[in-house]
């Protein structure tokens, strides 16, 4: 079945260290792959997207993301983080020609000052 | 800001009744998608509108239905609350099925 995993149901890290938020999805062909922010009580806000071409693709409020193709994964990253980057971050993909985008479970960010 | 507006923010409701939700989608997006977020859980895909037609439907029973009107605003209508429709409910448009912005969504707590 198509599926989007996140391993990392939470993750603490402290101010102005480097984060890695890791995705993998299980789908016969390669799919659009999103990353998504929601901050307490809101709605989603897509960071970035993979569609094809150049596998490290840049995002808004610093953030990129790696996709390779032979591990399955699209990670999110980010050199330093903010207090303000405290939120769950959620991984989707999207067949193409296809209706839904499929989330993973999330990973709930802590940011320690 | 998305351009994607949501009403109510929250909404109570008890066992068994029935409950409208709306979304105005943001200019221009002719596709709209509705999901459901119970808590500590990942958006789950409910159905999706295209030029006032369904457009695919998630694994949710017949209970859920929708509209879309011609502005390409939409409703997200349930029947026959239960327990477990309590969750947020995001609505999302796209100018094409690739990209889905989001609303803020609706609280729906039922009793």
Redesign the interface.
């Given at each position: 079945a198509q599926s989007?995993t996140q391993p990392d149901i939470h993750i603490t890290v402290s101010e102005g260290a480097s984060l890695e938020l890791r995705c993998n999805y299980s789908y016969g062909a390669t799919p659009?792959l999103?990353w998504?922010v929601q901050s307490p009580?809101?709605?989603?806000?897509?960071l970035l997207?993979y569609?094809s071409g150049d596998t490290l693709v840049q995002g808004i409020k610093g953030f990129e993301a790696e996709f390779k193709r032979s591990q399955s994964s699209f990670n999110l990253r980010k050199p330093s983080v903010h207090w303000s980057d405290a939120a769950e971050y959620?991984c989707?993909a999207?067949v193409q020609?296809?209706?839904?985008?499929?989330?993973?479970?999330?990973t709930r960010l802590t940011i320690n000052p | 800001e998305?351009g994607?507006t949501?009403s109510p923010t929250h909404l109570i409701k008890t066992r068994g009744q029935q409950v409208t939700l709306r979304c105005s989608s943001q200019s221009g997006h002719n596709t709209v998608?509705w999901?459901q977020q119970a808590l500590?859980?990942?958006?789950?895909?409910i159905f999706?509108y295209y030029r006032e037609e369904e457009?695919?439907r998630?694994n949710f029973p017949p209970r859920f239905s929708g509209l879309q009107f011609p502005n390409y605003s939409s409703e997200l209508n349930v029947n026959a609350l239960e327990l477990d429709d309590s969750a947020l409910y995001?609505c999302?448009s796209s100018p094409s099925?690739?990209?889905?912005?989001?609303?803020?969504?609706t609280?729906l707590s039922v009793l």
């Open positions: 989007v659009y999103f998504y009580g809101q709605g989603l806000q897509l997207k569609f959620f989707a999207l020609g296809a209706q839904k985008l499929v989330f993973g479970q999330g | 998305t994607v949501q998608s999901y500590g859980q990942g958006p789950q895909f999706q457009n695919g998630g995001l999302a099925t690739n990209i889905q912005y989001f609303g803020a969504g609280r």
